[in-house]
């Protein structure tokens, strides 16, 4: 591990970063460039001056939107040295759902792309919002450009803080929570420096017996857990590589392009690789590991990559709630030439961090090895609380202690089996997507009389968010009106992935409880009869 | 189904699906970037289209597709190849 758990903030570890690296070291990969870590430090140095002109400093909150690119990270970095807060926004936020986050975090700066500053100003403007927004390229209204030179005789040291205090605000982000109903979190200098040495873990030992310029390709998005996790994987002394769109077909050409030799990928991610068609005609063989996150990596998984990518070696998977700032346990061992790994499930807590885990029964009591309860976790990578939720706080953080709501079996020394989700929540591509939030979002369009939302299980990516609607009449609305209603106000990965109308919402006998079960074979019936047929 | 389909219906049936307006549905779109879609929301497009055309669309295909104008020259690949 390149990075020793004794620096407590993430200016800390920037700097340190920085004095062991030689600046010729290429650090990133995008689009077939290679940026070197002389190339990033002046990034980094320009958005800090240039953002230090526009008032960040301690205490201010900071929002941007944007799609893959360097400057997501150089924007991290540059708002951490002047003691800023940053709130990532994903791209794929519609406009008005933007707004109204910027406005709960009171942003005072927003930072976007001259293709998104049209909208995103327009939405803004009609919501009385009042923070400026600048861009990161040409300004289509000759605006501020974070791109502009700053001026050649000013000092970044004069700006950045000379003291970072550990529990100094750092990320603004919204987390599903145990219920699905998103709540706001605010992780610390200190949360984010401890998740630098968790999610190095993923890297080790890979590194240890790789050559120097070790690459990984990404195809996780740099928005909140991409780019904590991307600041443990670079800290870590591994050469990134991403690129703004992630196709399947892309990510392969990117593989190929820098022959890399790693993939960091999402599982569901690894399924649509597999499925291309072409990819035999990808040169595959420089891949030795693989890294994942954001959800369960199956045994059976790893030894269908071992049959394309036949120098896989090692395997990685992270596990981690937004509570736990990320990554705290992982998952890892390597390939052997068949394929077949013992385990997947099994997570071990990440040493010299100094987070613990406690599995409890539902009363709180602590069990022993061998049997199942829910995770707890507490340690310098968990959070305060959630803001402005005393309530939810109180119900989910007691005396330091997360629970995750998620299902274990203690396997002592400090790992568990992960054996299920909250049964509440539809895990939707790696994203944790509440059904209650979608089904009160459809149940407010006019025409719409009641609904309900399930996950159904996939045969290769997870769960699909299934929405049942029932119509006020037949004419009163369409899939088009539904759909239109959805992504005004949704996150992409929230918007059903199908609607049924039907004439009534199934419920049990009894006290009518809405039957869950009776939707999902519903819908699992209509995806055997199309998705039985497409698979060749 | 029988019958090459043209892009006019094809674009009248994305609009539904994305419940983006018609007129702004253009064929070089990509799924990904302009849709704002992911593997399993390009997969849950097929599964409509597939019903709405009553035309099987193989898996394997459909991680390769990058753009709309993919999307209406597999389906009609299929539909030319069961004629």
Redesign the interface.
């Known amino acids: 591990m390149m990075v020793t758990p004794n620096l407590k903030t993430i200016n800390e570890l920037y700097d340190d970063f920085v004095q062991r690296t030689p600046p010729e070291k290429p650090v990133l990969g995008f689009q077939g460039h290679t940026i070197t870590l002389g190339d990033l430090c002046a990034r980094v140095d320009a958005f800090t001056i240039q953002m230090s002109q526009l008032d960040v400093r301690p205490g201010v909150a900071v929002g941007y939107t944007l799609?893959n690119c360097p400057e997501v990270i150089y924007l991290y970095f540059a708002i951490s040295r002047l003691g800023g807060c940053a709130l990532p926004l994903y791209?794929?936020i519609p406009d008005r759902g933007k707004v109204g986050l910027l406005q709960r975090a009171d942003a005072q700066l927003v930072i976007t792309t001259g293709r998104q500053y049209p909208t995103l100003k327009e939405a803004s403007a009609q919501a009385g919002a009042e923070y400026q927004i600048v861009t990161v390229g040409a300004h289509p209204e000759g605006g501020t450009s974070l791109m502009a030179p700053p001026p050649a005789d000013f000092d970044p040291g004069s700006v950045i803080l000379k003291q970072t205090p550990p529990h100094l605000p750092l990320l603004l982000a919204a987390s599903s929570g145990t219920t699905g109903i998103p709540k706001s979190v605010l992780m610390t200098q200190a949360n984010l420096a401890a998740e630098v040495y968790a999610a190095s873990e993923l890297v080790t030992p890979f590194t240890d017996d790789c050559p120097p310029g070790y690459s990984t390709a990404m195809a996780f998005p740099l928005s909140t857990a991409g780019m904590i996790v991307v600041s443990g994987v670079m800290f870590s002394g591994l050469f990134m590589i991403f690129t703004?769109?992630?196709?399947?077909?892309?990510f392969m050409e990117l593989v190929t392009q820098w022959e890399a030799d790693s993939i960091s990928v999402p599982p569901?991610?690894c399924?649509?690789?597999l499925?291309?068609?072409?990819l035999d005609s990808f040169d595959r063989s420089s891949i030795k590991r693989v890294m994942t996150g954001m959800d369960f990596l199956s045994p059976a998984l790893v030894q269908r990559l071992k049959e394309k990518f036949p120098n896989l070696n090692r395997f990685a998977n992270g596990y981690g709630l937004i509570e736990t700032s990320d990554v705290i346990m992982v998952a890892k061992g390597t390939v052997p030439d068949d394929g077949i790994v013992p385990s997947t499930y099994k997570v071990t807590l990440v040493e010299g961090v100094g987070n613990q885990i406690e599995v409890r029964d539902e009363a709180g009591n602590s069990i022993p090895a061998g049997e199942e309860g829910i995770l707890h976790v507490k340690g310098p990578n968990v959070l305060q609380g959630y803001l402005g939720n005393p309530e939810e706080t109180q119900r989910s953080f007691v005396d330091g202690w997360f629970c995750t709501g998620d299902v274990v079996r203690n396997e002592d020394n400090g790992s568990v089996t992960l054996l299920g989700r909250q049964k509440y929540l539809i895990k939707?591509?790696g994203k944790s997507v509440s059904p209650v939030v979608v089904q009160n979002h459809l149940n407010k369009l006019a025409g719409v009389k009641d609904s309900a939302v399930v996950g159904v299980p996939?045969p290769?990516?997870?769960e699909?968010a299934w929405a049942f609607v029932v119509r006020q009449s037949e004419d009163a609305v369409?899939?088009?009106?539904?759909?239109?209603?959805?992504?005004?106000e949704l996150a992409?990965?929230m918007?059903p992935?199908?609607i049924t109308f039907i004439p009534q919402i199934p419920k049990k006998p009894g006290v009518g409880k809405v039957d869950m079960d009776a939707m999902k074979a519903m819908a699992l019936k209509e995806?055997d009869s199309?998705?039985g047929?497409?698979?060749? | 189904m029988t019958e090459k389909i043209e892009w006019p219906d094809f674009a009248e049936k994305i609009a539904d699906y994305t419940g983006l307006e018609k007129g702004d549905i253009r064929p070089e779109m990509n799924v990904y970037y302009d849709l704002g879609m992911d593997s399993l929301g390009l997969f849950s497009l097929g599964m409509y289209l597939t019903k709405t055309y009553q035309v099987q669309l193989p898996l394997s295909a459909v991680a390769t597709i990058e753009t709309l104008e993919n999307i209406i020259v597999l389906i009609n690949q299929q539909i030319e190849a069961t004629v």
């Open positions: 799609p791209p794929m703004a769109d992630v196709s399947p077909v892309k569901a991610f399924e649509a690789i499925s291309l068609p072409m939707r591509g996939h290769l990516y997870g699909m369409q899939l088009k009106d539904v759909m239109k209603h959805c992504r005004a992409n990965y918007v992935d199908q995806l199309i998705a047929a497409k698979n060749d």
